[in-house]
């Protein structure tokens, strides 16, 4: 896309907002609202959403075609609003997305988040595969013997799930003598958790689906805020940026964009958003931008996985450590199929951390690894409880959480 035309919609954007959006007329007052000042413009963050969210809102409540919420993983959830334009956006970021890995009309998808619960996401895939003429099964979170009934029964060529919940229908497939090399799926889309490492390698978890079971995996970045997503294409080198819907800073502790390759966080200002538009939005989260052209042809600029968030930083005994780094070292054991993080405050103030798992391991050899691996790569060791393994799922499984909850910070 040429430079004037993304100027124009950024500026068009900033415009309509300052025009509709109470929280941006005061947020802006003393603003030049044109593209030579844009990067002059103060910052929308998180904490601006929660304590003024119906400030945002640029239309009439009657206008109003969908309510969906943030998850609240990194903090209070807070409402989006989104017009019918706004699905039809919705539909558009999702069919381009999956268009990028490969898929057309025609293909089968078997939809395994939920669609319910204000969730953005799964409310986006229903209508990207509708726009892409394709065919969706919802059959929602969980339940592994469901899931493979389905793809037996119904022979989808695309699964959309978490990748921590790819591994349990492993452990299912394997436990009841299903070969999952022969059915026919091809491909699975993955929400919610990385699958890349830094340098865009398979992570840990990514490693351990595939030593079972030969399908692609497509990494995506997303956000209930941004209403669009990053999605890999077939060169996995980076989640595709949509220009139009997104403008994309990489910014540095400065505020400065960073160069093709290094790491900041992920600011973003929407485009075509008619409910409730973002301007240079702070998302919290940290990822490498990569500007060079694709392998794939495309010059879009890509993202890398996200490194960590802001939010979620954790000072454990004088050592800094993301969530990520932890997730690495369980992710990494076959024997560990669940496990939860709880972080919370001692008298103090100081961060704890505390690692749930399953009490079948207590005593098993690979606690005595992943106690080392902890002292190598965290150089902290955590406090370990064992729990009854149904009952740690159905902590990190929650019916009514949309995503699995594998940390919680108390």
């Known amino acids: 896309m040429e430079n004037s035309k993304i100027s124009e919609q950024v500026v ?35 904490e601006d959403l929660s304590q003024n969210n ?23 959830p807070v409402t989006i609003y989104l017009t019918k334009k706004d699905l039809v956006r919705l539909a558009k970021n999702e069919k381009e997305s999956f268009e990028l890995t490969g898929a057309k009309a025609g293909d089968l998808f078997q939809l395994m988040t939920t669609i319910d619960k204000q969730f953005m996401a799964g409310l986006a895939y229903y209508l990207g595969v509708q726009e892409l003429n394709a065919g969706m099964i919802r059959i929602g979170p969980g339940v592994p ?3 493979w009934n389905s793809i037996l029964e119904n022979k989808p060529t695309i699964l959309i799930a978490v990748p921590s919940f790819l591994i349990n229908l492993i452990d299912y497939a394997k436990q009841n003598g299903i070969d999952m090399n022969q059915t026919s799926v091809r491909a699975a889309i993955c929400i919610g958790e990385p699958i890349r490492e830094d340098d865009l390698s398979e992570n840990v978890l990514a490693r351990r689906i595939h030593a079972d079971w030969n399908i692609e995996l497509f990494s995506t970045y997303a956000s209930t805020e941004m209403g669009a997503a990053f999605t890999e294409c077939t060169s996995h080198q980076g989640g595709h940026l949509n220009e139009d819907l997104i403008y994309l800073e990489v910014l540095d502790e400065e505020g400065q964009e960073v160069p093709s390759g290094e790491k900041g966080e992920i600011v973003i200002t929407t485009l075509g958003t008619e409910g409730t538009p973002l301007i240079r939005y702070k998302t919290g989260d940290v990822a490498r931008v990569y500007r060079e052209t694709c392998s794939c042809g495309r010059t879009s600029p890509r993202i890398g996985p996200i490194l960590g968030r802001k939010n979620q930083m954790i000072k454990f005994k004088g050592t800094t450590i993301f969530p990520p780094s932890i997730y690495e070292i369980f992710d990494s054991r076959s024997e560990v199929s669940c496990y939860k993080i709880e972080v ?4 103090l103030g100081h961060d704890t951390i505390t690692i749930l798992l399953e009490n079948r391991i207590e005593h098993h050899p690979v606690m005595n690894q992943i106690i080392e691996d902890c002292k190598a790569k965290l150089r902290v060791v955590p406090h370990f409880v064992f729990l009854e393994t149904d009952y740690l799922r159905s902590q990190v499984f929650k019916n009514h959480m949309r995503k699995p909850e594998k940390i919680v910070f108390k």
């Open 54 to 76: 119906r400030d945002f809102l640029c239309v009439p409540a009657s206008q109003v075609a969908e309510y969906v919420t943030t998850s609240g993983t990194s903090g209070k």
């Open 12 to 46: 068009n954007t900033i415009r309509y907002a300052v025009n509709h959006a109470p929280f941006y007329q005061r947020h802006f007052s003393n603003s030049a609202l044109n593209w030579e000042d844009f990067r002059s413009l103060p910052f929308t963050t998180k």
């Open 145 to 147: 013997a469901l899931q």
């Open 344 to 347: 919370a405050k001692d008298y």
